[in-house]
């Protein structure tokens, strides 16, 4: 072993050589001024295919993002090989900041909350009025992420010939949601798609909705197959050759100009993540009244300012039921 005296110098110290000749670390980040714009139309195991100008382009998060996730509707910048060929792979270094959030956790006990959607501006929420019966606590719980994550909902009610939509509609009147109504054959022929584009035109709408209740089924009447070919790439991709929607797939909208956000069939709707400050936003005539609650107050409460804000004639009392069961649906299961 080689000694060095008692007072060594730089040149006694031998330094490790490198062999692979790799740079030192450093902070500095490149800044990707040549980047190009794309969208994120759906992930799939790492593999991320985006929109640039016409042609989709698959391609992987740089390292620099750190553990930063891109989902579909982020708006991201990318460099590489965006000529979407066969075989080649673009890197995404930047993604740009969310106008809106669809989020869930796994379960109300889950703290991992996890973006399904991002900067989609509705939320279409497909349900069946039978065969699946309706699941209204499911429905809330949907109704809850839209208003926390900044969407608009849309509620969409199916297989209208098996049962009216009556009770239902009448049950989310004091909300002010907007509504369609469709038959079976209705999404069969086509007749539900043409009366939901004037919902969706110019916009990004995200469906969600459980098994059987004929979301698919709405959304290939929304974007036949000639509009899929903009994706047509990511089939070569996940080898599914047809979506079957279990992952989130960003498709352009037939007869107009907007997207179609299909999202995996759900079966609970986890709110781990919800401020309940966030909820009574979609409140506009409520929310004046909560200046007096207490801090941190939960708007169910005996001291909650709302009932006196209600009493004396500011709002419909219809309305702060609504709040109420929305924000109770954080204390509670789906299937309670």
């Known amino acids: 072993m080689?000694?060095?005296g008692k007072n060594p110098d730089e040149d006694d110290i031998r330094t490790r050589p490198n062999p692979k000749g790799n740079r030192p670390r450093t902070?500095?980040?490149?800044?990707?001024?040549?980047?190009?714009?794309?969208?994120?139309?759906?992930?799939?195991?790492?593999?991320?295919t985006c929109l640039v100008e016409d042609r989709p382009v698959l391609a992987m998060k740089a390292r620099e993002l750190g553990r930063k996730a891109a989902v579909v509707g982020d708006e991201v910048d990318l460099v590489g090989d965006l000529s979407g060929r066969k075989d080649t792979l673009a890197r995404i270094v930047r993604i740009g900041k969310r106008r809106s959030v669809l989020r869930r956790t796994a379960d109300d006990d889950d703290p991992y909350e996890r973006v399904v959607v991002a900067n989609a501006d509705q939320l279409a929420v497909v349900t069946a009025l039978a065969d699946p019966e309706p699941r209204?606590?499911?429905?809330?719980?949907?109704?809850v992420a839209a208003y926390d994550g900044g969407l608009e909902p849309l509620l969409v009610l199916t297989k209208s010939d098996l049962a009216p939509p009556d009770a239902l509609l009448e049950t989310y009147r004091p909300l002010g949601i907007r509504y369609v109504v469709t038959q079976r054959d209705e999404l069969e022929d086509g007749d539900a798609a043409d009366r939901m584009r004037e919902y969706l035109d110019g916009r990004a709408t995200a469906f969600v909705g459980h098994s059987g209740v004929g979301k698919t089924t709405l959304v290939n009447a929304l974007v036949p197959e000639d509009r899929r070919r903009v994706t047509g790439h990511v089939n070569a991709v996940t080898g599914r050759g047809r979506h079957t929607t279990t992952s989130a797939l960003a498709l352009p909208l037939a007869k107009g100009d907007g997207w179609v956000i299909d999202t995996p069939g759900i079966r609970s709707f986890g709110l781990h993540h919800v401020d309940p400050s966030r909820v009574i936003l979609a409140f506009p005539d409520l929310v004046p009244g909560t200046e007096g609650c207490p801090r941190a107050c939960g708007h169910d409460e005996p001291d909650c300012a709302?009932?006196?804000?209600?009493?004396?004639?500011h709002a419909d009392p219809a309305r702060l039921y609504?709040?109420?069961?929305?924000?109770?649906?954080?204390?509670r299961r789906e299937g309670d």
Do not use: F
């Not at 902070?27 to 991320?48: C, F, W, Y």
């Not at 609504?322 to 204390?331: N, Q, V, Y």
């Open 27 to 48: 902070n500095i980040r490149p800044k990707h001024e040549d980047a190009s714009q794309g969208m994120v139309l759906t992930v799939d195991r790492g593999r991320i």
């Open 306 to 313: 709302l009932d006196d804000w209600v009493a004396e004639g």
């Open 2 to 4: 080689r000694r060095y």
């Open 136 to 143: 209204p606590r499911l429905i809330d719980r949907c109704l």
């Open 322 to 331: 609504s709040l109420r069961r929305l924000l109770a649906t954080r204390e």
